[in-house]
């Protein structure tokens, strides 16, 4: 047993895992920047509302970051090597940027500010996409899981660094000093990146763009049953995204609680769920592997939205509020964790920087999709028939992943 234990806090203290962690707060830092502690920056500032909303078109990079990602497959920076060169030229860009950001000014010139806003959401964008591929690269195949793990946990913390403790900060110390601090936080993953080891110097980059565009497409759809892979992808944390997209709507108008129970219990509660959640995911796939993670934790992220069914039929009860707050992120942080060392399992070395952004953009296609729907089936079926539909709509997602049995295992197995 002690062997065993001792195991588990060795894949949990090695050097790969602190660069996750860092590198993990590197890329979610700056989002919040480009959403929401931006968006209160404008309110506060008196920006017309008609203005702030057009701001929102700052986060297309992040949708469609696969165009650009064979560039940094097939480029390779004279300093640090193919992925951590460009992971340390992306985190420069974006301290130069946000420093920028914070000596703009919202009320005389917005358009500025938004061009800003935009080359910080770019180069965040493509920081995601070499990380992404980082990540795929250096974890071998039993260290995917916990990997992920600890990579969640840096960027959750970096979105409430960014997000909550940011908006703090502007109160007592304005917007320039938060967005300048906020980008000297970007130190932290740069010291990530030159921590990192760097990746197997037997890959080869692509030797044209011809191949780094088409080569990951061909070696992708060459595998067995790869357009069911891709469907499963779409399909497997559906219900999960399904039920979250109203998820703060039924706390505060379906059974009454406050803006501060919803922020406490549900933010500040949620955000360290997710974070146990995908530490103990990350340390169980040591022992269940990639298939039976996926399998086991895809169940409880379909069970947990019953639990705010039985929320809808109970009414305002904070210990049934804290009980389904806490297991919906609970197993959401396990079914993340489980995925993403799917996704990197499915990706192909010399092409990780684009097969990863690709899949992980076509997980998001399903949300996108069915999540305009929940206001219509609320309103006509109620919230705990609601909840009730995105538990089913996880079933198929489940289905697919035993038809997969087999092809996992062998992913698996590398």
Not at 3 to 24: D, E, P, T, W
Not at 199 to 227: C, H, Q, Y
């Amino acid at each position: 047993m002690g062997a065993k234990l001792s195991a588990y806090l060795n894949i949990f203290c090695n050097r790969r895992m602190a660069v996750m962690v860092l590198l993990g707060f590197s890329s979610g830092l700056p989002l919040p920047l480009t959403s929401g502690t931006l968006q209160a920056w404008l309110t506060v500032a008196g920006v017309d509302i008609r203005t702030i909303g057009i701001f929102s078109l700052v986060g297309i990079p992040y949708t469609i970051k696969f165009i650009w990602s064979p560039l940094m497959d097939r480029f390779v920076p004279p300093w640090l090597g193919r992925r951590r060169g460009w992971t340390l030229a992306t985190q420069i860009a974006l301290m130069a940027g946000i420093t920028w950001m914070a000596f703009s000014s919202p009320q005389y010139a917005p358009l500025a500010l938004a061009v800003l806003a935009l080359i910080v959401a770019f180069t965040s964008a493509s920081q995601d996409i070499v990380i992404d591929a980082y990540r795929t690269d250096i974890l071998p195949e039993k260290e995917r899981g916990v990997g992920s793990a600890t990579f969640i946990m840096g960027y959750r913390i970096a979105m409430l660094v960014a997000g909550a403790i940011a908006l703090i900060m502007s109160d007592r110390i304005g917007w320039q000093n938060t967005y300048l601090i906020m980008a000297g936080l970007l130190m932290a993953g740069i010291f990530g990146t030159f921590l990192g080891p760097e990746p197997d110097s037997a890959i080869v980059p692509p030797k044209n763009m011809t191949e780094a565009i088409w080569g990951p497409l061909k070696d992708f759809f060459s595998r067995p049953m790869a357009l069911i892979m891709l469907l499963f992808i779409i399909l497997y944390k559906l219900g999960d995204a399904y039920a979250g997209s109203m998820t703060t709507t039924f706390l505060l108008r379906g059974v009454g609680f406050t803006a501060t129970d919803v922020g406490t219990i549900n933010k500040g509660l949620g955000f360290a769920a997710t974070i146990a959640g995908a530490m103990y995911g990350g340390a169980m796939m040591v022992k269940l592997g990639l298939f039976r993670s996926l399998m086991l934790f895809g169940l409880l992220q379909m069970v947990s939205n019953l639990s705010f069914m039985i929320l809808a039929w109970t009414g305002k009860s904070y210990p049934v509020m804290i009980f389904a707050v806490a297991f919906e992120n609970i197993a959401g942080g396990m079914g993340m964790a489980a995925f993403l060392a799917f996704v990197m399992a499915l990706c192909n070395k010399r092409y990780s920087a684009t097969q990863f952004a690709l899949l992980s953009s076509l997980s998001a296609l399903g949300r996108v999709f069915i999540a305009p729907t929940s206001g219509y089936v609320v309103h006509s079926l109620g919230w705990a028939t609601f909840f009730f539909i995105t538990t089913l709509t996880a079933l198929p997602g489940l289905w697919m992943l035993w038809w997969l049995k087999e092809e996992i295992g062998r992913l698996g197995q590398d």
